[in-house]
Each structure stands twice: as structure tokens, then as C-alpha cells.
């Protein structure tokens, strides 16, 4: 080989050499930078979250006249959340190890933009869609609430009929966007969302389609992991067994209800919904106790004494179980609880037979199988 060719070869090397380093250098090829521009704030510090339930991060930003920034680095593209401690700024979004911009006023909570590329705008197309959706639901509830204050029932009622259905269209369009999109981790991250006892079927199929790339990715294995969890209550499979402490510090076994028909709800003092039901499920178990049926709460309270209180002011007379641990009860992880109320009927044999049952659905199934004699 020739000094010509070995100083050309030379200098190819160097060119490549050169370049790595450059990139190496470059904070855009593996960092994310966001950028804020919020009016009317006037708070001194905001938050940024970012990653899935199993595996996520938090860090915090210094705000200077509705002034901000972040950055970071993340392995790919990752669901995000900017919020201030009063939440009157909050923004959801996806990063990317790119540029980000996100303007807004925190006096309107839907006019926030993130300005972004690839799966950062992907993400804010499909959230403008949702909020579109939400400001159109919210005025017709709104002018619902008018009509009514000045006396038209009968527009009141169709305008809330209206805002129903708009109300109902934002699962639609979540549900069609995370079934219609296989190779996207935004579509992913909707199907996690979705996923629960009743969509399992669903999002089994849902996943099988998904690509690899997104399967493999930290929303793809979580969801996973959440079909395999869910996988083991569904309807038709054994109770999975459990002890809890009651309000007394006994430890209760779910076993202990074996021969009975028992509802498992999950509830919480804080939980409206659920403080809303719990009259109707006094009255079904004044009416049923004596016929084989049972409830066993479990509580994802975290403060003993707000747990208690409830307990004492809605007149609830079943036994109460919790750890006291939130969201982390290690009953409602068992049972894949990431919402409530949720309920799971077992049969005599401790076997799952129904899920999600509440008011008139609960009262009718319990009449169907202990009023069979009368």
C-alpha cells in the first residue's frame, strides 16, 4: 500500500473519529431539553414526572416569571406529566431526547401546545383531540346546568343527554386509537390505560398485534405484566387467597368466607363514588346476610383515623381490612386494583363469578342466586 492510499485511509478515520466525538458532544443526541412559557403563573417551582407506574421519575424546575425548563435523557420515548403543586398547571406530554416547547396560560387548563417532533407530536395531536372533545362535553353539561336553573327540564335533560354521549366518545376515541395503532407507544400507553377485568380479552389481542419494538418497550412490559396479573382474577378462575388485618389488628383470611357468597370491595374514605354506593350495599347486606352472603372490604386508605371515621359515619357493619398502604395494598396489587370502586363476587367454592357489580346489577345477580327457593 502506498503513502497515497495509507494517508487517505488516515484521514477517513480521522473524519469518523471526528464526528462521534461531535455527536457525543451534542446535548440534542441524547438529552431532552423542555422549554416553558406559562402566563398568569405566578408559583415558584414546578414538576416534572415522567416514565410508567413500575419505573418512574420526578424532578423539579425553578419558575421566573412563567419561566421554565428541564432536562433530562431518557432510553425511549416516555409518557410525561408537568404539573405545579396546586395542579393549576398541568400538562401531559411524551419525551423525547429532543427539543420541547410547551406554552399555555395557567388560567385556561386546556391551552396548553407542546411543539415538538416525532412521537412528541404525535402525542399532542391525539391529546388536542381529547380536550377538543372534553371543552365540547363540559359546555354542553354547563349549558345543561343553565337550562335548568331557569326552569327548561325538558332542554336541560337533552343537553345532558348530549353531554353523555360527548362524555362517552373520549373512551371511543381512546379505545380506537390504541387498537389502531400497533407500532406507536402512544397507542400502547392507551392500552394500558384501558386495560382491566372487563377489556382483558381485549387487550390480549391488542398486544398480541403490537410491534416489537413497543412490546419490548417499558409501557409494552408493563402492559405484560398487567395481562399476566389481570390473567389470574378473571371472572371464572379461584379467588387468589389473602390475609389482611381488620380495624382491631386481627388478620382476616379470605378463605374464612369459604361456603358463603362474598363480595370483595375495594373502596377508600376519600373515594365519592364509592361513599355513594356503600348505602345500597348496607341495604343488600341487611337483605341477603342471612341467605349466604357476605362483604369483605378492603380499604386502600392511607390514614388509619380517615379510614375509621368512614366506616363509623356510613354505617358500615362488615368486616374491614386494610394495610393502610394506598395505592400499594398489597390486596388491590394482588387483584390488579388501579381504580375504585371495584368489586369481585366468589361463589361458595371461592371461585370468581362476577366483577364490577354496584346498585341495581349487584341487587339483581345476589337475587338470582340467594332468593332461587323462594
Request: proline share 3%; charged share 25%; aromatic share 10%.
Amino acid at each position: 500500500m502506498n503513502i497515497k492510499h495509507i494517508k487517505i485511509k488516515l484521514a477517513a478515520i480521522c473524519v469518523v473519529v471526528i464526528c462521534a466525538l461531535a455527536a457525543w458532544k451534542t446535548p440534542a443526541a441524547d438529552k431532552f431539553v423542555i422549554t416553558a412559557e406559562i402566563t398568569a403563573f405566578t408559583g415558584d417551582k414546578v414538576f416534572l414526572t415522567y416514565g410508567t407506574i413500575g419505573s418512574s421519575k420526578i424532578d423539579t424546575a425553578i419558575v421566573k416569571d412563567g419561566k421554565f425548563s428541564f432536562t433530562g435523557s431518557v432510553d425511549e420515548p416516555t409518557p410525561a406529566m408537568i404539573f405545579s403543586p396546586d395542579y393549576r398547571v398541568r400538562v401531559d406530554l411524551f419525551i423525547e431526547n429532543t427539543k420541547i416547547h410547551v406554552t399555555g396560560t395557567s388560567m385556561k387548563p386546556y391551552s396548553y401546545v407542546v411543539t415538538g417532533t416525532g412521537v412528541v407530536a404525535e402525542f399532542e395531536k391525539f391529546s388536542q383531540r381529547i380536550m377538543k372533545n372534553r371543552q365540547e362535553t363540559i359546555t354542553l353539561f354547563e349549558e345543561a346546568e343553565g337550562a335548568k336553573i331557569v326552569g327548561d327540564t325538558v332542554k336541560a335533560a337533552e343537553l345532558k343527554a348530549k353531554g353523555d354521549k360527548q362524555y362517552r366518545d373520549e373512551f371511543a376515541i381512546r379505545k380506537e386509537y390504541a387498537f389502531a395503532h400497533p407500532e406507536s407507544y402512544v397507542a400502547a400507553k392507551e392500552l394500558l390505560a384501558l386495560t382491566d377485568n372487563n377489556s382483558l380479552a381485549q387487550s390480549v389481542q391488542g398486544y398480541a398485534k403490537m410491534a416489537e419494538k413497543v412490546k419490548q418497550s417499558a409501557i409494552g412490559r408493563e402492559l405484560k405484566e398487567r395481562i399476566g396479573l389481570l390473567s389470574k382474577v378473571e371472572t371464572g378462575k379461584p379467588a387468589q387467597p389473602f390475609t389482611q388485618k381488620n380495624t382491631t389488628g386481627t388478620a382476616v383470611q379470605l378463605s374464612d368466607y369459604r361456603g358463603k357468597y362474598v363480595l370483595l370491595e375495594f373502596w377508600a374514605s376519600w373515594c365519592g363514588p364509592c361513599r355513594a354506593e356503600n348505602p345500597n350495599l348496607v341495604k343488600m347486606y341487611s337483605t341477603y346476610k342471612d341467605k349466604g352472603f357476605e362483604i369483605l372490604s378492603v380499604s386502600l386508605d392511607s390514614d388509619r383515623e380517615k379510614w375509621l371515621k368512614a366506616i363509623s359515619v356510613d354505617g358500615l357493619p362488615w368486616m374491614q381490612v386494610s394495610d393502610l398502604k394506598g395505592w400499594n395494598n398489597t390486596v388491590g396489587v394482588l387483584y390488579g386494583v388501579r381504580a375504585v370502586p371495584a368489586s369481585f363476587l366468589v361463589n361458595p367454592e371461592g371461585v370468581i363469578i362476577a366483577q364490577g357489580l354496584r346498585g341495581e346489577a349487584l341487587e339483581k345477580k345476589l337475587e338470582e342466586l340467594l332468593n332461587r327457593k323462594g
